[in-house]
């Protein structure tokens, strides 16, 4: 990326869900930029998103690009960002592609954003989002790990449509349709009722029973924290819900934390927002954080099933195409323009 | 009951959710039975259940009853059990009312139907029917716990609507017709929209911030297994599934369990049905479980975040108005009647 202060960006898969989101938040941040490309595969080419007309990825439609959010596909990250990081772009990357890669950061710039002030950005480079399950959890369970450290992290999610992507999405509303006029569900993409139904995370299982989804959230964590020993099981389940992930979360800490003193520590962590009111049961809900930029988290409760001060149980929601994806990498990519205030003339392009 | 091989019957609650499923089983069971009254509050008197007349319940209304499902509120059955017992009627409560009486039995047939087989029935009594979140949790983790103790239990629900009652299943029906035609969503039952959408769980929440649901699945382990001290942490959580309840579990064992010992037990399990196709990425879901009589498990899988052999994550699906709550007090009465052989010449009533 050349350092300049109004860089020009690229969106690439902008006509996915995480693309459209990303389109959305540009427009009402204060992110000053220069041109936006949006770039997609053919299938979408030809078409337009607002006034932007939607553009043909290929090898050189990143060459002018200071900055390209890539919102595809893993093998589209895996197959074009090398070459855009090889013309000077910084790719920030919502793909798992490069997430564990050991000189690649993976940021939540609430919890370790400043790797980002020390990332040199002027010959291109590649920052990863992390999984979307991982950001809403660690938003929450980080402000405690600092506090007392986490031992231990049972979590069962409760996830959206929105991270299968929004052919899921589309297909869910129809089978809403579907069922109103009595026909059977379109099950086209899914191949499953969705509508009154919930089914184990839809990614690749492996020989140890745990899915890609569950892995992630393991292994994320324990690079974002830099602590292996933190021992993590989750279970990853979609439900019948839009664009919202829900996580119920049980920890076990090495050094006693009141609930309390959870609570005060949970109410001044940055993109969080507390829904916690036990008379009116009244508790992150999916719909209620849709749109929100923060993090609800609720339940705080002492776990009774642990000695006491070492256990807690919390339940989150947040906007998956928000902080758990878009909101991530334009917050990832102000801080990184920030970090890189030498103004050039012009925007630079391929100075590799 | 006066013992018989053919008991009178009685449904208290019959137009309930559970009511209504109760008397489906009845007709696809061998349980021969004499009478059957279908009784229910004022406000459904007169109207009918199939070929049956619905009577208001009253405090006479069960003379000559020899066994009476209570389907109703708490309230209801505190109200009415006592007097149908001082009329030798035996009494299946669904309710909370007597589940932690130290006097009255809490029954899975499964797991400790000998209790039955010892209760004396000639002079009336009453049997609690556990919470359906225990009995579906329990018919998979009871096998386990037989084998090597289970030291930790930390569950997360996925409930359906089933479990907050018959109105509130129409009014999560009746969201999906409200958003197919875009009107605003019928919200006169929860208050709150259900359609994708998700709230923790809608009963009361005590000072330890557990919700009511939270401590029955504890409380009612705890009674069911003889043994306090299994540790126990839970987070219940109502989504948009119309009947069958999913629950993620988490298990630490006091001596090590094989993943393939673990498959085994839980394959050779009564009331168990094993959905564990890792390939196929099909386990549990609440659609398959709906209208059957087992308890899906699958997702078992060694919890890699415990030591080798003592941590074991599952999934299970099971329909709440089936074996969560009518199948369940079918099944009691079988047990029952099995167990009082003794045959009168005709159908006692009122023998104190």
């Not at 350092?3 to 389109?23: C, D, F, Y």
């Not at 349709?177 to 993409?189: L, R």
Request: aromatic share 4%.
């Amino acid at each position: 990326m050349p350092s300049s202060k109004t860089p020009n960006l690229a969106i690439v898969g902008a006509t996915g869900a995480v693309g459209q989101e990303l389109l959305l938040i540009l427009g009402q941040r204060t992110f000053g930029h220069g041109t936006l490309r949006l770039l997609a595969s053919a299938r979408s080419a030809g078409s337009t998103a607002g006034d932007h007309p939607i553009e043909v990825l290929t090898d050189r439609s990143l060459a002018g690009v200071d900055l390209a959010f890539f919102c595809a596909a893993a093998e589209v990250s895996r197959q074009f960002a090398p070459a855009a990081v090889d013309h000077g772009t910084v790719v920030i990357d919502h793909s798992s592609a490069f997430r564990m890669e050991p000189d690649i950061p993976l940021v939540v710039p609430e919890i370790n954003g400043d790797v980002l002030d020390n990332f040199d950005a002027t010959t291109g480079g590649i920052i990863a989002n992390p999984n979307c399950s991982a950001i809403i959890a660690l938003l929450a369970v980080t402000p405690l790990h600092r506090a007392v450290g986490v031992k231990r992290i049972v979590i069962s999610t409760y996830q959206a449509a929105s991270g299968a992507g929004a052919a899921v999405m589309r297909e869910l509303q129809q089978q809403v349709h579907d069922h109103a006029a009595g026909k059977p569900y379109t099950q086209n993409v899914l191949g499953r009722p969705y509508l009154f139904n919930l089914f184990s995370h839809d990614s690749p299982i492996g020989s140890d029973g745990y899915n890609q989804e569950e892995r992630k959230i393991i292994r994320e964590t324990h690079k974002i924290w830099h602590d292996d020993s933190v021992q993590i099981t989750a279970t990853c389940v979609r439900v019948p819900v839009l664009r919202a992930h829900c996580e119920a979360i049980n920890l076990t800490f090495n050094n006693p934390l009141s609930e309390r003193d959870a609570r005060v520590l949970l109410s001044e962590a940055p993109g969080v927002k507390l829904v916690d009111d036990r008379d009116a049961n009244k508790f992150p809900e999916p719909i209620d954080a849709t749109g929100l930029d923060e993090v609800l988290v609720g339940r705080i409760r002492a776990d009774t099933s642990q000695r006491p001060g070492l256990g807690l149980d919390l339940f989150v929601a947040g906007d998956q195409l928000r902080k758990g994806a878009a909101l991530n990498a334009v917050q990832i990519a102000e801080r990184l323009v920030a970090a890189n205030p030498v103004t050039v003339a012009q925007h630079g392009s391929g100075n590799k």
